[in-house]
């Protein structure tokens, strides 16, 4: 595993080796130990599994409180902007956020820590997202802000009238609207 570092302290991009024959492939997408050596000292407790269609947009979201969530990703099949938003108080690189493409065929994944935003736009049909949390899920430590604050200044590579967005999260606040336990 290759980990590179983002311009958001904490954030890292994750490029796993694939080794592919006759047969096909085979990826190790977690190991403790390199996790560790990189700064990652969690542990997952939980993981999870979205099906999307192309143009659907999830997020912003976070999960604060006791169950504060830190959050690997990767695409299992198909394709996603993926993007995590800082909103660290006292982080150098509040409000910023950074985005990346993960795909079946990159082979890469996000580490996203406590204390960041996180949300995804489907590219393709069908698309497969993991994660694994940090966290047990909490409704009471849902947090979110809207996919399209403009002080947030993300550029989503779909049109806004193509995009599959829920009633909650169109309703969610802005950023400088919600109160922030981090």
Do not use: C
Not at 3 to 29: A, C, K, M, Y
Not at 55 to 71: E, F, T
Not at 115 to 135: D, I, Q
Not at 152 to 161: H, M, V
């Amino acid at each position: 595993m290759n980990f590179i570092s983002t311009p958001i302290d904490g954030l890292l991009v994750i490029e796993h080796q694939v080794w592919e024959d006759s047969r096909g492939f085979f990826i190790e997408t977690y190991n403790e130990k390199p996790f560790r050596l990189n700064g990652v000292n969690e542990t997952f407790v939980q993981d999870n599994l979205s099906n999307s269609r192309r143009g659907v947009l999830r997020g912003m979201h976070a999960q604060s409180g006791p169950n504060a969530q830190g959050k690997l990703v990767r695409v299992l099949r198909g394709s996603v902007l993926d993007v995590a938003v800082d909103i660290r108080k006292d982080s150098a690189t509040y409000g910023q956020h950074f985005s990346i493409e993960l795909t079946e065929r990159n082979a890469r994944s996000l580490w996203i820590p406590k204390g960041f935003l996180h949300g995804f736009l489907a590219l393709e049909e069908n698309t497969l997202f993991a994660y694994k949390v940090t966290g047990f899920y909490d409704k009471d430590g849902e947090i979110g802000v809207r996919w399209d604050d403009p002080e947030l200044g993300i550029t989503w590579p779909i049109p806004e009238d193509q995009l599959i967005v829920s009633d909650k999260d169109r309703l969610l606040p802005l950023l400088h609207e919600i109160n922030n336990p981090f």
